[in-house]
């Protein structure tokens, strides 16, 4: 729990976590890691995104947001959460498509990276 506590600002994955875990406490295995990781997810305290290709990342649950993720740069950007209630509404009335919240983030272009390729 410490590594999240330390590293709260971050988006880190269960291989990141595990080395900064086992920098204390080499003999952690990551499958530890995964299983700490799930419970703190049942209990609500963490929450894991797919941000670009399906990697799973987790954060602490105390400012909960959304991802956008630039397909150019990889930057992620957070927006408040509810930002895409619309759109998770949307898929449910007129699909009957539930999207879980906080579990993926859009993919697109960045301001700096749609700028960059409108000036080439």
Known sequence: ?????????EHSSVEQLTAIVQRTHPDVASSTVYRFLD????LELVDHVHLVHGKAVYHLTEHRHDHLVCTVCDRVIEI?????????????????FEIPPRHFALEGRCQECATADELK
């Open 1 to 9: 729990m410490q590594a999240l506590v330390d590293h709260q600002d």
């Open 39 to 42: 419970e703190l997810e049942q």
């Open 80 to 96: 408040p959460e509810g930002a895409l209630e619309p759109l998770r509404r949307l898929a449910l009335e007129e699909f009957g």
